[in-house]
C-alpha cells in the first residue's frame, strides 16, 4: 500500500494569482437549461497545451473538480502550479508534445466562465433605482446587477453544453480523450451519455454515476453554512465589505475532512496532535488537524466565491446517470468509446463500489473498459497527489496511446515487442484450444501474456480479449499491452458478465487458490459457451513422495513451489477429483491434455496421469 510519506493534494497550492495563460470566448447564442430558464450569453474562460493538428484529431479535453479551474498545468517554468502538473505536460501520461490539451472553467464557477459573479439585468421588481451595486454603461441603460443566489440552478449537462460551444469554436468536431476526476469524471461520463460518439476515449478517475446520499449530506451541511452567515446577505455581498467567509471557510473545511481517509489523517496529524501551528484565525486551533483546517478554509475564502461553491455543489448532488446496472446500461448502451475507470481503495467519498457499478455496466454492454482501483491511504484526494499520479498515470498514458494509433499499430505491439511474451506449457496448451475470431476472458490474467499470444496468434483477425485480475502490478502490466482488464476479485463470481458473453472463458493455474471452486467453474459455464481450465495435479507423484517418504508437505518446481506457510493454494485438486466434480456438475470434457512439466513431457491419458502428470489442462462445457 502506498503510505503517506507525501500525501500533498496539489489543490492545497492553488492561489488567487491571475490565471497568465487563460483565455476568453463569449457565446451570444442564450443557454437553454435542463432544469429551466436560460442564460442569455455566456463567457467561456480555458487554457490549451500543445499545439492542434491539421485535421483535429488530437484534442484531449481536461475536465476539473469543484473547487479546480483552467490552469491544470504549467505552460513554462515561470507559471504558477497547475492541479495536474503530474499528468499534463510534454513527455507525462497526457503529453502536450502529441496532444493539444483543452481545460476551460466550468459554467457556474468563479475564475473566468460566466457564473453567480456576473452581471445581469435588474429584475423589474427589483430595480428600486437605489441599488448600491448596479451598474451600467452609457450604451446601456437598463442597470445591473450580479447575479448572486439568484443565479439559476445549472446541472452537468450544462456544464457539458458549454464545453461543446468551445469545441465548435476551436474547430474540435470529436476528442481524442476526455479525462476528468471527481466532478471533472461527472463531466467526462456527461459527455459520452449525451454525445456517444464525442471522443475516441472517457477517462473518469475517482468519480461515480451519482453521489451516495452521505455524500449529498455532506454538501447540504456546506451550503447551510455558507448560506446561514450573516454575511451572506442573501447571496448579494457582492461589492459590499462582508462577505460569508466564514461560511464558505467551514463549507471547506468539511470538504477536507471528506477528501481525506482516516489513515492519511493518522499519518498527517496524530504525530503532533497537540501541537498545532498558531495562526491568525477566528477557528479553534486546539488541535494539528484545527489549525489545517482551519489555514485551508480561510485560505479558500481568498480564491473561491461562496456562490460559486453553493451552485457547483449543488449541479454536483443533481448529477444522476442511474443507480441500477439497468439504468446504467441504457445511459452508455450507444456510447463508441473506450473508457479507463480509475478508483482509490480509501476513497468513501466516491467509494470503488461506485466506478465498479460503472464497470458492471460498460462490461455487460461488452464495451472497452479497463478499470484499475489503486490501493491508498490518500482517500479521495489521491487523484490530485503526485505519488498517486504516478501509479495511475501509466494508464492514462497507454489508453492515450491506444486512442491514438491506427489499428494497425496499436500500443499493445509495441509494449509486446518491448516485454516479449513467455508462456508456461498449460498456457502453449491454452493458446492451442482458441480458434481465430473467438471472444476470450482470461481470469486472473496475470500479466496479460496468455491474452497477449492469443492476439499476436491470430493477427490481424478481430478478437474481443479482456482480463480479471486483482493484483495492481498485474492490472498495469495487461493494460500496457493494449489489452483491456478489469480489477476484481474472483472470489465474488462474474456479476459484470452476462450470459454466454464470451466464445470462452480461461482459469489458467488458478482454481486451487481460488475460495468457492464450484461457484467459480458455474459462473464461467455462464459467461462463457466454454471453458477452459489449468490446474496443478496434487496427486503428481514427486508430491507424494514428499508426504510419504520424506514426511513434508508436498513441494515440486511450478505451482506446487511454495512452502506450507506462505502457499496461496487453498485447495489440492487431483485429476481425479476434478473429474468426479464436473460428473456431478453436469459438465462434459471436450478435450484435456497433460504434462509432466518437471520432465518437459506429456503424458498420454492411458499412462494414468492422475499419478504422473504434475499439470492438466481440459475444455469443457455445460452438457
Known sequence: ??????????????????????????????????????????????????????????????????????????????????????????????????????????????????????????????????????????????????????????????????????????????????????????????????????????????????????????????????QTDPHFQGGQYYGTSKRPDTGLAIARMLGHITYLSVEAMEAKFDPDRHDPRQIASQFEQRFSIGSYLAHQGQKFTTRFDANSYITLSMAMDLFDLGGTRLRLMETFDDCTCDFLLVSFSSDWLFPPAQSREIVNALTALDKRVTYAEITTDAGHDAFLIARDMATYGPLVQERLWQSSEKPQDTSSQRANSETPVQLTVAEESILGFIPAGDSVLDLGCGTGELLAAIRDQHSGIPMRLMGVEVAQENILATAMRGIDVIDYDLNNGLPAFIDDQFDVVVLNATLQAVDNVVALLDEMLRVGKRAIISFPNFAYKALREDYVTRGRSPRAPGEFDFDWHDTPNRRFPTIADVHDLLIQMNVKIDQEIYWDVSQSRHIDADDNPNLNADTAVMVIHRS
Open 1 to 226: 500500500m502506498a503510505t503517506t510519506n507525501d500525501c500533498s493534494s496539489t489543490d492545497d497550492i492553488r492561489s488567487d494569482q491571475p490565471l497568465t495563460h487563460a483565455q476568453t470566448v463569449w457565446f451570444d447564442e442564450p443557454l437553454a437549461l435542463e432544469r429551466g430558464g436560460e442564460l442569455p450569453k455566456i463567457r467561456c474562460c480555458y487554457e490549451t497545451w500543445g499545439t492542434l493538428n491539421a485535421d483535429a484529431s488530437n484534442a484531449v479535453l481536461v475536465c476539473h473538480a469543484v473547487s479546480g479551474d483552467s490552469h491544470a498545468a504549467r505552460h513554462d517554468a515561470d507559471d504558477q502550479p497547475g492541479w495536474w502538473d503530474g499528468l499534463v505536460g510534454p513527455g507525462l501520461p497526457i503529453d502536450t508534445n502529441r496532444f493539444f490539451v483543452v481545460c476551460p472553467n466550468v459554467l457556474g464557477g468563479c475564475r473566468g466562465t460566466t457564473g453567480p459573479g456576473d452581471l445581469r439585468e435588474i429584475p423589474p421588481e427589483r430595480n428600486t433605482g437605489n441599488t448600491n451595486d448596479a451598474k451600467s454603461t452609457p450604451e446601456q441603460s437598463t442597470p445591473q446587477i450580479p447575479y448572486g443566489a439568484d443565479f439559476p440552478r445549472i446541472t452537468i449537462g450544462d456544464m457539458v453544453e458549454v464545453q461543446r460551444r468551445l469545441a465548435d469554436h476551436l474547430g474540435i468536431r470529436k476528442w481524442r480523450a476526455i479525462v476528468g476526476g471527481s466532478l471533472g469524471g461527472h463531466q467526462a461520463l456527461q459527455w459520452v451519455a449525451r454525445y456517444p460518439d464525442c471522443t475516441d476515449t472517457c477517462i473518469a478517475i475517482a468519480t461515480s454515476p451519482r453521489l451516495t446520499s452521505q455524500a449529498l449530506g455532506f454538501d447540504v451541511i456546506a451550503r447551510n453554512a455558507i
